[in-house]
């Protein structure tokens, strides 16, 4: 665990967890439920109970009362004794009007009626009672009281039991509280310890899975894609980074000589000149580079989609393929193209202008020259459909992807000029546009394939 | 007689200096390097500095400003040529400098300078209202170029019909060239890389210029398409004998210079 995690002085950290503190929470609501509980439990068996003494006092008083209208004084005695003997019976007073008692077990009371809480002795023993007090006519006292321990008894229980009840859930639920955030706990530390280590630098970690499937397990599957594709991006990045630095590094040091030469080497004005020019020569293809670099950035961002107009797709092609052919021609190329005319799309004239002649000009530059290059326009499934090919030595398949990167060159290119990064800015403008980019074999040759979607009304076209 | 297809002839919906039909000066040969008052209104004293001196030794006046309110103000009262304005300003933003220049009919032509490698920059800059658009870095003799090309933009109602450079004519209402008499045939793209040369004689126009006229390229190919086309243009010309017309000018671009008493440096 890392130390620094490690806070003195403070509740350990399991039970800080999210998960310990819910735990808790729901013990203190099931603690709370339970006490209600135990206590609405214990208030019926007390009111139960205690009512159940009464309806047995009230109906001794009521044979009581009756005895003494039928036998007078003698006859309640002699009951009163009759019913104090055996075990369970209730407890007696019989009092005189003088004040002393004539029978039974319960110590002398007032002439007040009603209920009273006593100690009466039970063979000896001394033991609570509760008694109601009834007078009778000419002065006479009856009490008569039952042994209340029974119902403390029962309440008791009644306590105990919930308080074991409650105590056993306290247990379990902090005990089953620390369980789970500790395991909580541990598979957090798990993502923690994944980040700690990708933070560190060691991109390859990934958070362990424990392959259940529940939500965590989702969490940790989310964050890993999302960690491969940081790790994807990452690594485009620092290549890119890394061919800039590289791609950069040559001509700055070719810079540097040109300005060594002329500061050392130049015997005349025509030889400073000339190295002046050559320095001048390879900021301008520095300068290019960034330009192709900052446009391409710009093109991916696709801001520029706001402002896409339509565009005549067939004119630009035909455009393309005249400015070039001169050319072309001069250095021993055929520049060919077939061009269907009124193709329209929606798009940004001058980037698309751009592909086409990044496309044309990549085909011319690593061919030899003898090679043929062909420029087609046409519609195929309701869609725009270009093709640059040539019939020069091609692309292998695996590098065919790659030649896209920024700075990505074939081994065998890496003399002739360029930036490496004409075909990077068609793939940037065919992607702004939704376009379809595919390199494929001419048998032999390179074929470049980019499809866009046809304006929605085809086949007009602007006026020119 | 070559017959031009209507489409590719003329320049279309191309903004650009070259679509305004150009003034009785532009054939003539006359007046060739004029003074120019450029009010430049840029926030970096360097770039402000080099192109100050720069058009100060080609013998034009340049005064500098390095706020937009400031720039507004100055540009407001014209006597100004060429505006240069750079898209980035403190006070006021170059683009809406621009807006509210024309809002304000103020019509003098702007050049507007902007960051390297900006998409959509230029479409934008010409929709505020500005004439040509030039982005940082620059070379000092390509903005020399469309500074003048600017100044010298003639008023917009006179119609032209003829162009001429020493014994080369062009009609533009027939679209036949002609020189010393004896017509010429060329392909659509040569007579307007040709119209442009004629608009623009006694001027330099650089290659990057000649690109956004005649092709609407508004970058820079690694192909020498304008020195191919320029090159066929001018054996062309040379077929009926005669002394070369076009010139290139080292560093720069172009210029097309009748033979005779305008021999510029």
């Known amino acids: 665990m890392p130390c620094a995690l490690q806070v003195p002085l403070r509740t350990p950290r399991v039970l800080r967890t999210a998960s310990f503190r819910l735990a808790a929470l729901y013990l203190l609501l099931f603690t709370a439920s339970a006490v209600v509980l135990g206590g609405a439990v214990f208030w019926m068996t007390h009111a139960t109970l205690t009512q159940q003494l009464e309806t047995r006092v009230q109906s001794a008083l009521h044979h009581f009362t009756e005895d003494f209208d039928t036998g007078g004084l003698q006859g309640l005695v002699a009951h009163a004794e009759e019913y104090g003997r055996g075990p369970g019976a209730l407890d007696y007073l019989v009092q005189s009007p003088q004040g002393t008692r004539l029978a039974g077990d319960i110590p002398v009371v007032g002439f007040r009626r009603g209920w009273l809480g006593l100690t009466a002795v039970d063979q000896g023993e001394p033991k609570p009672v509760m008694a109601y007090v009834e007078a009778l006519p000419d002065g006479v006292v009856v009490a008569v009281g039952d042994d209340v321990r029974r119902i403390r008894q029962a309440e008791a229980a009644v306590l105990r039991a919930f308080a074991w009840g409650v105590s056993a859930t306290l247990l379990l639920g902090v005990g089953g509280g620390i369980w789970l955030s500790q395991l909580f706990l541990y598979r957090v530390d798990a993502i923690s310890r994944t980040a700690e280590a990708i933070i560190d630098g060691d991109l390859t970690q990934r958070i362990p899975l424990r392959g259940i499937g529940d939500d965590l397990d989702h969490?940790?599957?989310?964050?890993?894609?999302?960690?491969?594709?940081?790790?994807?991006?990452?690594?485009?990045?620092?290549?890119?980074?890394?061919?800039?630095?590289?791609?950069?590094?040559?001509?700055?040091?070719?810079?540097?000589?040109?300005?060594?030469?002329?500061?050392?080497?130049?015997?005349?004005?025509?030889?400073?000149?000339?190295?002046?020019?050559?320095?001048?020569?390879?900021?301008?293809?520095?300068?290019?580079?960034?330009?192709?670099?900052?446009?391409?950035?710009?093109?991916?961002?696709?801001?520029?989609?706001?402002?896409?107009?339509?565009?005549?797709?067939?004119?630009?092609?035909?455009?393309?393929?005249?400015?070039?052919?001169?050319?072309?021609?001069?250095?021993?190329?055929?520049?060919?193209?077939?061009?269907?005319?009124?193709?329209?799309?929606?798009?940004?004239?001058?980037?698309?202008?751009?592909?086409?002649?990044?496309?044309?000009?990549?085909?011319?530059?690593?061919?030899?020259?003898?090679?043929?290059?062909?420029?087609?326009?046409?519609?195929?499934?309701?869609?725009?459909?270009?093709?640059?090919?040539?019939?020069?030595?091609?692309?292998?398949?695996?590098?065919?992807?790659?030649?896209?990167?920024?700075?990505?060159?074939?081994?065998?290119?890496?003399?002739?000029?360029g930036s490496g990064l004409g075909l990077s800015l068609v793939a940037a403008v065919a992607e702004l546009h939704g376009a379809t980019l595919r390199l494929a074999d001419a048998h032999p040759g390179l074929r470049v394939i980019v499809t866009v979607n046809l304006t929605r009304a085809a086949g007009e076209v602007e006026g020119t | 007689m070559f017959a031009y297809a209507s489409g590719s002839w003329g320049f279309g919906s191309v903004k650009s200096p070259a679509c305004v039909p150009s003034g009785s000066g532009a054939g003539g040969g006359a007046a060739t390097e004029d003074q120019v008052k450029v009010l430049m209104i840029e926030d970096d004293r360097e770039t402000a500095d080099y192109v100050s001196r720069g058009l100060r030794e080609q013998g034009h006046v340049v005064d500098h400003t390095d706020n937009g309110r400031d720039g507004l103000f100055r540009a407001g009262d014209g006597g100004y040529d060429v505006l240069i304005v750079d898209r980035m300003l403190p006070g006021i933003e170059g683009l809406s400098l621009v807006r509210m220049l024309r809002d304000a009919n103020v019509r003098t032509p702007v050049l507007l300078l902007t960051a390297l490698g900006g998409v959509g920059d230029r479409v934008r800059g010409l929709d505020a209202g500005g004439d040509d658009y030039l982005a940082k870095p620059f070379a000092f003799a390509e903005l020399l170029a469309r500074i003048n090309a600017l100044a010298r933009r003639p008023p917009l109602v006179d119609v032209e019909t003829m162009l001429r450079a020493g014994d080369l004519e062009m009609d533009l209402l027939k679209r036949t060239v002609t020189r010393a008499g004896k017509e010429i045939e060329l392909q659509p793209r040569e007579c307007q890389l040709l119209e442009y040369l004629l608009r623009n004689a006694e001027r330099v126009v650089t290659r990057t210029m000649l690109l956004e006229a005649v092709w609407d390229f508004h970058f820079d190919p690694k192909t020498n398409i304008v020195e191919t086309h320029i090159s066929r243009l001018r054996a062309k010309l040379a077929q009926s004998g005669g002394p070369e017309l076009i010139h290139t000018v080292r560093g720069a671009g172009y210029a097309l210079r009748a033979a005779g008493p305008v021999a510029n440096a």
């Open chain 1, 219 to 417: 969490l940790a599957e989310t964050l890993n894609r999302m960690l491969d594709r940081m790790n994807k991006l990452l690594e485009s990045v620092r290549e890119a980074s890394n061919n800039i630095a590289h791609d950069l590094r040559t001509p700055l040091s070719r810079l540097g000589q040109h300005l060594e030469e002329a500061r050392t080497q130049a015997r005349s004005a025509a030889d400073h000149q000339r190295a002046l020019d050559s320095a001048k020569a390879e900021v301008e293809a520095l300068l290019g580079t960034f330009a192709a670099l900052l446009r391409i950035a710009e093109v991916e961002a696709g801001a520029q989609r706001a402002a896409f107009r339509r565009v005549d797709l067939s004119a630009i092609v035909a455009t393309v393929a005249e400015a070039f052919a001169p050319s072309a021609e001069e250095a021993g190329y055929a520049l060919i193209a077939k061009v269907a005319p009124g193709i329209a799309v929606h798009g940004d004239r001058e980037l698309l202008i751009q592909m086409l002649v990044n496309l044309v000009e990549n085909a011319l530059r690593h061919t030899p020259p003898g090679t043929q290059v062909r420029l087609l326009l046409g519609k195929q499934a309701g869609r725009a459909v270009v093709v640059v090919e040539d019939n020069g030595p091609g692309v292998p398949e695996a590098e065919r992807e790659l030649i896209l990167r920024r700075f990505y060159r074939l081994d065998h290119s890496r003399t002739t000029p």
